[in-house]
């Protein structure tokens, strides 16, 4: 089950909420495919800095983006931001547009 994140709104994390109270998120990070076969997802965003995963990448059947030609390029991704119950660690970031970011 995913469930909407926390809707407060916070201008230094890149999130905004819309009326309806769905959160948005803009993150930069590497694209990965994910290490687990038990993830929600094949793919994963990896912060630049330290490595470490932020996000599940997570692409709907209205918006099919292949995310394989940015494997492990620095990318910039916005969508709405949820978690799944069994991952909450790591939220769901629902792919609608992702851009190569300047090396």
Known sequence: MIVPVSTQTNS??????TADGIR??????????NESPAAPTPYSL?????????????ITKDNEISLKPY?????????????DSRWKNHPLLTVKTIELRNQ
Do not use: W
């Open 24 to 33: 948005i998120a803009r993150r930069e990070g590497i694209v990965r495919l």
């Open 46 to 58: 990896y912060n630049i800095y330290d490595r470490r995963m932020m996000n599940f990448l997570y």
């Open 71 to 83: 494997a492990g390029k620095k990318v910039i991704v916005t969508g709405p931001e949820s978690i």
């Open 12 to 17: 230094t994390t890149g999130t905004a909420i």
